[in-house]
């Protein structure tokens, strides 16, 4: 009887993955954060490993790129003189203010739509208190283009409309360009995406389960274009330019996000997903990063995609000090004194 749960212990703590964020208070550690990190290069080769990479979960809104693959592939972002602007947003989890609004809203007036015709539900502005306010001073209450995925909702639409697919359920699984969209993630994670692996995002459009190792293998093809048709290399390589040219337009100022692509202008693509993921990618050095906390946490999960892209630019690198003091964070009581820390492990 020993022997068997001795065993039974052995097998439980082997799927346990290993902590990679720590929260410190005065002199202790008050809260840890285990989760799984997988740096992989294109050719799938994999870099470094910790925890259960090949474990499967949604990356939520860190598959955005991926989703807005078919708006350059279909030649819907050249047909409508989209910017780097535009295609940033449509990849974003912005914060609502006037700038991502006035884009999202370009965006739909060019291909003959409106905000009413966006799918993604209101909320107000959750990453900018200022504007929420703002907002309520005004008068004004939030509609479906002040929803932080809008700039998504506006890529499918904008692509429905060219490619002269139904946009009065462009979200529905059963659609077209979704069905479109399932199978290209399905081929980059290197994933079958069966009915067990589909779910629907927070702004209700659908999103899919993929390995977490995948996720990373994924991010490094489209940061080198390797194994791609000459088509989507093409449409990887504008979206992630966008992206690292526009970081603002990805989240905003003193967002996550943009300020690690700030520190390393034009080199370094990060995007986060709720629960506690996040996806990366150095295209100088053709690798992809995936990072997934076990409990949800998104501080767990940045303090930790910034260690791990500091210990992958090393530190000969101009961005490495700045990238690598974004792997602690400082924990304030009410008076704004320095209290504790998280810091990656």
Not at 32 to 37: A, F, K
Not at 224 to 245: E, I, N, P, V, W
Not at 308 to 325: C, F, N
Request: glycine residues 8%; proline residues 4%; hydrophobic residues 45%.
């Amino acid at each position: 009887m020993c022997f068997f749960w001795r065993l039974k212990y052995e097998q439980i703590t082997a799927m346990v993955n290993p902590v990679i964020a720590e929260v410190t208070r005065g002199a202790r550690v008050e809260s840890i954060h285990r989760g799984t990190v997988a740096v992989v290069d294109a050719s799938g080769k994999i870099i470094l490993a910790r925890g259960d990479v090949e474990g499967m979960t949604f990356p939520r809104s860190s598959l955005k790129i991926l989703q807005a693959l078919p708006l350059v592939e279909s030649g819907a972002a050249d047909a409508l003189g989209f910017t780097n602007k535009h295609l940033a947003v449509a990849c974003a989890s912005h914060s609502s203010s006037a700038v991502h609004v006035n884009v999202v809203g370009d965006m739909l007036s060019r291909a003959g739509l409106g905000p009413t015709d966006l799918q993604c539900g209101a909320h107000w502005p959750v990453f900018s208190t200022a504007d929420a306010v703002a907002m309520a001073q005004n008068g004004e209450t939030p509609t479906r283009i002040h929803n932080n995925c809008s700039g998504k909702h506006a890529g499918f639409l904008c692509t429905c409309t060219y490619a002269g697919i139904s946009t009065n359920n462009y979200i529905d699984p059963s659609n077209e360009l979704q069905r479109e969209v399932r199978a290209m993630i399905g081929d980059l994670c290197g994933a079958v995406i069966g009915e067990d692996a589909c779910g629907a995002d927070g702004c209700s459009a659908p999103t899919f389960a993929v390995p977490i190792v995948g996720m990373a293998h994924a991010h490094a093809r489209l940061a080198t274009g390797l194994g791609l048709s000459a088509q989507r290399a093409d449409a990887a390589k504008r979206l992630l330019s966008a992206s690292m040219r526009e970081p603002q337009m990805i989240a905003d100022h003193g967002r996550y996000c943009t300020r690690l692509m700030q520190a390393a202008p034009e080199r370094l693509y990060a995007k986060t997903g709720a629960e506690g993921f996040y996806a990366a990618a150095l295209p100088q050095l053709g690798l992809g990063i995936a990072v997934k906390c076990d409990d949800g946490a998104t501080r767990a999960a940045e303090v930790t995609v910034a260690a791990t892209l500091a210990h992958l630019i090393g530190q000969s690198d101009p961005a490495y000090e700045a990238i690598r003091a974004m792997s602690r964070q400082n924990v304030r009581d009410w008076n704004k004194n320095v209290v504790g820390e998280v810091r990656a492990v």
